[in-house]
């Protein structure tokens, strides 16, 4: 089993030096990706539902942004040779797929093919309306964004037409260095969410759950990919406990799940409580991983 790191990382408190010392440590521990989540804003006040918390509120101050993703893993990149660089989620279907193109496939030109990318379709509408873009019929705005993406990642000359998109014959570059192109993880644990997973997905990203709700999923996924012809060696799992125990005894019950990559949450604020926290990751899941 693969262990990898999800870092919520926020202004003010995570400075340049400490994401350069996130990116170092997390490769010098044997590490296998770091993840990075989006929201472009957030506000005081909102009527969506934050899926993971029971009050249905993210837990995270107005005044306390995401650091952007892209911007953040190509900060990492510079820093590494070996770390995966994932996006834990990107909210494709409220921005424009050309520029996710763009800045996915020079993330992973830059990082010499270290990207996973991992989507999804977003839960907090006052987003989207910030945005300027409906709320609306995202799953299937999503997967039409994500052919978009997958056109200009792929072809020489790209071209689209669909309902939600027209992208003319257009030439982009630079192209991913992965072939056919980066890994599509898709996140969400609803039926609809893991239909995306068999019906187009590289691999599943499973949030907020414990090894029992893991076997769940995985059962409904089997389903589902059993009715496409599809097994589950052609996906990667990946899951995150989010605030759930992630000590050695829970590692060894999500591998016995099925889960290939167990991704921990990093909350520190200072570069001493980073490197602590690493070590302590380190001894208790990278190393005993390696024998599962």
Request: proline share 6%.
């Given at each position: 089993?693969?262990i990898?790191l999800?870092?919520p990382?926020r202004n003010?408190?995570?400075?340049?030096?400490?994401i350069?010392?996130?990116?170092r440590?997390?490769?010098e521990?044997?590490f296998?990706?770091?993840?990075?989540?989006?929201?472009?804003v957030?506000?005081?006040?909102?009527?969506?539902?934050?899926?993971?918390?029971?009050?249905?509120?993210?837990?995270?101050?107005?005044?306390?942004?995401l650091?952007e993703?892209f911007?953040?893993?190509?900060?990492?990149?510079?820093?590494?040779?070996k770390?995966?660089?994932?996006?834990?989620i990107?909210?494709?279907?409220?921005?424009?797929?050309v520029?996710?193109?763009?800045?996915?496939?020079?993330l992973?030109y830059?990082?010499d093919?270290?990207?996973?990318?991992?989507?999804?379709?977003?839960?907090l509408?006052e987003?989207?309306?910030?945005?300027?873009?409906?709320?609306a019929?995202r799953?299937?705005?999503?997967?039409?964004y994500?052919?978009?993406?997958?056109r200009?990642?792929?072809?020489?000359?790209?071209?689209?037409?669909?309902?939600?998109?027209?992208l003319?014959?257009c030439?982009?570059?630079?192209k991913p260095?992965?072939?056919?192109?980066?890994?599509?993880?898709?996140?969400?644990?609803?039926?609809?969410?893991l239909?995306?997973?068999a019906d187009?997905?590289?691999?599943?990203?499973?949030?907020?759950?414990?090894?029992?709700a893991?076997?769940?999923?995985?059962?409904?996924?089997?389903?589902?990919?059993?009715?496409?012809?599809r097994?589950?060696?052609?996906?990667d799992?990946?899951?995150?406990?989010?605030?759930?125990?992630?000590d050695?005894?829970?590692?060894?019950?999500?591998?016995?799940?099925?889960?290939?990559?167990?991704?921990v949450m990093?909350?520190?604020?200072?570069t001493?409580q980073?490197?602590?926290?690493?070590?302590?990751?380190?001894?208790?899941?990278?190393?005993?991983?390696?024998?599962?």
């Amino acid at each position: 089993m693969k262990i990898g790191l999800f870092a919520p990382l926020r202004n003010p408190h995570h400075t340049p030096d400490y994401i350069r010392a996130l990116g170092r440590l997390a490769e010098e521990r044997d590490f296998h990706s770091l993840w990075l989540g989006e929201h472009v804003v957030l506000f005081d006040e909102y009527e969506s539902s934050y899926p993971y918390a029971e009050d249905g509120k993210i837990g995270l101050a107005g005044d306390s942004g995401l650091i952007e993703a892209f911007t953040a893993l190509a900060f990492v990149a510079a820093e590494t040779r070996k770390l995966r660089l994932g996006t834990g989620i990107c909210l494709v279907p409220q921005r424009n797929p050309v520029y996710t193109a763009k800045e996915t496939a020079s993330l992973d030109y830059l990082s010499d093919g270290r990207l996973d990318f991992g989507v999804g379709v977003g839960w907090l509408a006052e987003e989207f309306e910030a945005l300027g873009v409906p709320f609306a019929r995202r799953g299937a705005r999503c997967r039409e964004y994500l052919e978009v993406i997958k056109r200009l990642w792929c072809d020489e000359i790209s071209a689209h037409e669909g309902e939600f998109y027209t992208l003319p014959a257009c030439r982009q570059y630079p192209k991913p260095v992965q072939r056919p192109h980066p890994p599509i993880y898709f996140g969400g644990e609803s039926e609809v969410a893991l239909r995306r997973v068999a019906d187009i997905g590289d691999g599943w990203h499973g949030f907020n759950l414990t090894p029992e709700a893991t076997v769940d999923c995985l059962a409904r996924l089997d389903g589902l990919l059993g009715d496409r012809g599809r097994g589950r060696d052609t996906v990667d799992i990946t899951v995150s406990p989010y605030l759930h125990p992630a000590d050695g005894e829970a590692m060894k019950r999500y591998a016995e799940a099925g889960v290939d990559q167990l991704v921990v949450m990093v909350l520190t604020r200072t570069t001493d409580q980073l490197e602590r926290q690493l070590d302590l990751l380190a001894q208790t899941l990278v190393r005993p991983a390696a024998g599962l």
